[in-house]
């Protein structure tokens, strides 16, 4: 057994050492969960600099590369209520009124009164905006295949699988379930 400050074996890693450890001094409780949970937190440690570093040389923030490609997946006219961005965004709607002016000072988007009902705002992806959001996501693309890089189609698909279930599970146990 490895002591507690030796690093993990060849197929071991690091949250395998922790796991080791939580058993060795509190056998009783069950730790397994951190087997995921604690990867998913050190994944997203790794992989979170990588993708906001292709957003930085696309001079673009993560939340305005999100918001973009929203409006742009869209298809169509590439516009969307706020109401509709801010239910893909799982923001405040002070924080998307914020993000939206910010985005229409950089003239990425553009704001109108919907032609059927003057009460509804529409925002819409300006030409500019989708030329930034177009270069943006062939590099995001490209990155985050190069993230996957060590992962089989299968494994992948399989992966792809689980982490749906697993959203699911969460979503449907509601805020702060256990």
């Given at each position: 057994?490895?002591?507690?400050?030796?690093?993990?074996?060849?197929?071991?890693?690091?949250?395998?050492?922790?796991?080791?450890?939580?058993?060795?001094?509190?056998?009783?409780?069950?730790?397994?969960?951190?087997?995921?949970?604690?990867?998913?937190?050190?994944?997203?440690?790794?992989?979170?600099?990588?993708?906001?570093?292709?957003?930085?040389?696309?001079?673009?923030?993560?939340?305005?590369?999100?918001?973009?490609?929203?409006?742009?997946?869209?298809?169509?006219?590439?516009q969307l209520t706020p109401g509709h961005l801010l239910e893909s965004m799982m923001i405040t709607s002070g924080a998307m009124t914020n993000r939206?002016?910010?985005?229409?000072?950089?003239?990425?988007?553009?704001?109108?009164?919907?032609?059927?009902?003057?009460?509804?705002?529409?925002?819409?992806?300006?030409?500019?905006?989708?030329?930034?959001?177009?270069?943006?996501?062939?590099?995001?693309?490209?990155?985050?295949?190069?993230?996957?890089?060590?992962?089989?189609?299968?494994?992948?698909?399989?992966?792809?699988?689980?982490?749906?279930?697993?959203?699911?599970?969460?979503?449907?146990?509601?805020?702060?379930?256990?």
């Amino acid at each position: 057994m490895a002591s507690r400050t030796e690093s993990p074996g060849e197929s071991g890693d690091h949250v395998d050492t922790i796991i080791e450890q939580w058993n060795a001094e509190r056998p009783t409780v069950d730790v397994s969960a951190m087997a995921v949970i604690g990867r998913l937190s050190r994944l997203d440690k790794l992989v979170r600099p990588r993708l906001n570093a292709v957003f930085a040389e696309h001079d673009l923030e993560p939340w305005e590369f999100d918001v973009l490609a929203t409006l742009l997946r869209t298809g169509g006219d590439h516009q969307l209520t706020p109401g509709h961005l801010l239910e893909s965004m799982m923001i405040t709607s002070g924080a998307m009124t914020n993000r939206l002016d910010r985005l229409e000072e950089r003239g990425f988007v553009r704001r109108t009164k919907s032609p059927t009902d003057g009460r509804q705002v529409l925002v819409k992806l300006t030409a500019k905006g989708t030329r930034k959001v177009d270069a943006a996501l062939v590099d995001h693309a490209v990155n985050e295949r190069s993230i996957l890089r060590g992962l089989t189609a299968e494994d992948e698909a399989s992966l792809v699988d689980l982490l749906r279930r697993l959203e699911r599970s969460i979503s449907d146990d509601g805020p702060g379930s256990t």
